[in-house]
């Protein structure tokens, strides 16, 4: 859809591009009937766009005129333009930031985490109430405008966006092919994975209660309730859950203060009929609680990695993108369905899906560069720093990367590699972290991050489209290109590079960060014939590589690589 500022579109001109997806655009634009207000328009081609896509949005357009609640996106009309050929739905404007976002700079205190939670818990009882099921909550589709610093118990400074997936309470009619069921794998209701196994109502108000119960506790603990990292497939929360749901099992994994632990642990039953039945029943429960500060404890019983939840089905895409995930289940036979089934995700609803605009750039939380002075040399690195996500850390706790003790690596590693500060999620191995490498061993060789040479900074907060390229040196065989924006949230990239030990050590490896335009790549910086020390230190805390050659303005301190077998990804430590 060919679209230019300052273009006519039924009533309204465009001023700029707020998105674009799957789904068609989204823009902010100026009404003439209220020109000192800005709103956003919602544009889906009705020629190329599929009927699904363009039914929904109308049917978020009809649900949104019906809707007033100062936690939700207000609409002012739907529209259909001939000429152009596009069906647009017109909305408030809302200028925000993601609640994903707030999550990952660690904006939001202990207090405002409870009081947004509460926000969002009205917004969906109004939902519930009026018989619409919203279906997609998660911390992507929470906005926290800048009012809401000024006065965090004002609910208009917090909103709950995104109805293109929304049903009719009870209803089983969704706009989705027979079999399927729409959302984001992460917040995904066990019913809606597994119908054979939990039994359970496809669009009743329990899936979003669930679903806020996962978003409750990502918020507050900063982990999954089932323990599982971000890179978690939908067979993977499949059988957790399968496994969860037996007695004495544990589950949620962690623990919250007790005030918020009961009310998120109702939300996140996995029978549903035990769930709270919709938000009226969460707020009920709230009100049982004292509205005192939110004290987190996690728990050291999962090596999940905390960051890599926020927002583990959009790895590809900065903050910006509103995705749904299509996940193809089985149909109920009436017995228990084997997990060898396929189990296909399908991105849907794009960029487009969005009805709001995100400012600031969108950044992986990683850990400060060292002030030290770089060598051109492969390392590893030192251990990660702690993070409680209900306080905010000193500047000099942060600024602080100590290596653990080769002895304390050694002691514990064994038997878990995370307490050790094993930063892979592997240990070294009963051989000790100082002896050698397997001369026969063959690595997977994956991308974990990119720093930049100032603390906290990062290369993919200005290079979203950026990759790493890693090739053996000396040899023909064409690099292994590794996208940078996998990396978020603390993940690692799905392609790798097959290595060898002789190949690791003898060889050495090219590394380049290229940016990838439309135009072609753009060399950013390298480094060649980077070597492996041949230490299984390297198992635990991964190869770092410092000291690259960048261009002018690329701001690059080290890359960070992880050695995995083929075939086997261990869960990365925080």
């Known amino acids: 859809m060919e679209l230019q500022a300052g273009q006519r579109i039924d009533r309204y001109v465009l001023i700029e591009p707020l998105g674009e997806g799957g789904q068609g655009a989204v823009w902010k634009a100026s009404d003439p009937l209220t020109p000192e207000v800005p709103c956003a328009l919602k544009l889906v081609p009705v020629v190329l766009g599929r009927p699904n896509d363009l039914e929904r949005t109308r049917r978020e357009a009809r649900a949104l005129a019906q809707l007033e609640h100062p936690s939700l996106v207000r609409s ?296 030290t002075p770089r060598v051109a040399s492969a390392r590893a690195p030192s251990a990660p720093r702690s993070r409680d996500a209900g306080t905010d850390a000193a500047p000099e706790a942060q600024a602080a990367e100590a290596a653990p003790t080769e002895a304390a690596v050694e002691a514990a590693a064994a038997t878990d590699p995370c307490a050790a500060g094993c930063r892979s999620g592997r240990g070294c191995g009963p051989e000790g972290c100082a002896a050698g490498l397997d001369p026969e061993a063959v690595y997977a060789l994956r991308l974990g991050r990119v720093d930049g040479d100032e603390a906290g900074s990062t290369p993919y907060a200005t290079y979203a489209t950026a990759e790493v390229c890693v090739s053996i040196t000396g040899r023909s065989k064409p690099p292994k290109c590794m996208p940078l924006a996998e990396t978020s949230d603390g993940g690692v990239t799905k392609s790798f590079l097959s290595v060898s030990f002789a190949e690791l050590v003898n060889d050495g490896l090219d590394i380049t960060l290229e940016n990838v335009l439309p135009q072609g790549r753009a060399p950013l910086a390298k480094k060649l014939a980077v070597k492996l020390e041949n230490r299984r230190e390297h198992l635990c805390n991964g190869l770092i590589v410092e000291g690259l050659e960048a261009q002018e303005d690329v701001h690059v301190a080290r890359v960070v690589l992880y050695l995995d077998e083929p075939g086997v990804q261990p869960t990365r430590c925080p």
């Not at 995904?188 to 119908?195: K, Q």
Request: hydrophobic fraction near 45%; charged fraction near 20%.
């Open 76 to 371: 002012s009309g739907l529209f259909e333009d001939l000429k152009l050929g596009v069906l647009g739905i017109a909305m408030e404007l809302v200028e925000g930031t993601s609640l994903k976002q707030l999550c990952r700079e660690g904006r939001l205190g202990p207090r405002e985490r409870g009081l947004v939670l509460e926000h969002i818990a009205h917004a969906l009882r109004y939902l519930h109430e009026s018989g619409i099921v919203h279906r997609d909550v998660k911390l992507d589709n929470v906005l926290v405008r800048e009012s809401f610093w000024a006065d965090p118990a004002s609910p208009d400074g917090v909103k709950l966006v995104d109805l293109g997936i929304a049903a009719v309470a009870g209803s089983d009619r969704d706009l989705t092919l027979e079999g399927t069921v729409v959302g984001t794998l992460p917040y995904l209701a066990p019913e809606l994975l597994d119908p054979a196994t939990f039994e359970g109502e496809q669009s009743s108000p329990r899936v979003d209660v669930f679903a806020f119960g996962v978003m409750g506790w990502l918020l507050l603990s900063g982990q999954h309730p089932s323990g599982l990292p971000g890179t978690s497939s939908a067979v993977d929360y499949t059988r957790a859950y399968r496994a969860k749901a037996a007695p004495q099992a544990e589950f949620p994994v962690g623990t919250l203060d007790s005030r918020w632990q009961g009310v998120l642990t109702r939300c996140l039953s996995l029978v549903p009929s035990e769930r709270l039945a919709d938000a009226t029943a969460i707020l009920a429960a709230l009100e049982q609680r004292a509205p005192d500060s939110v004290v987190v404890r996690p728990s050291r019983s999962t090596a999940a990695t905390p960051q890599a939840m926020f927002d583990a089905t959009a790895l590809a895409e900065p903050a910006a993108r509103a995705d749904a995930a299509t996940i193809a289940i089985g149909k109920p036979k009436g017995k228990k369905s084997s997990l060898a089934a396929p189990v296909l995700i399908l991105m849907a609803a794009g960029a487009a899906g969005a009805i709001f605009a995100l400012r600031g750039a969108t950044a992986p939380d990683t850990p400060p560069v060292s002030s």
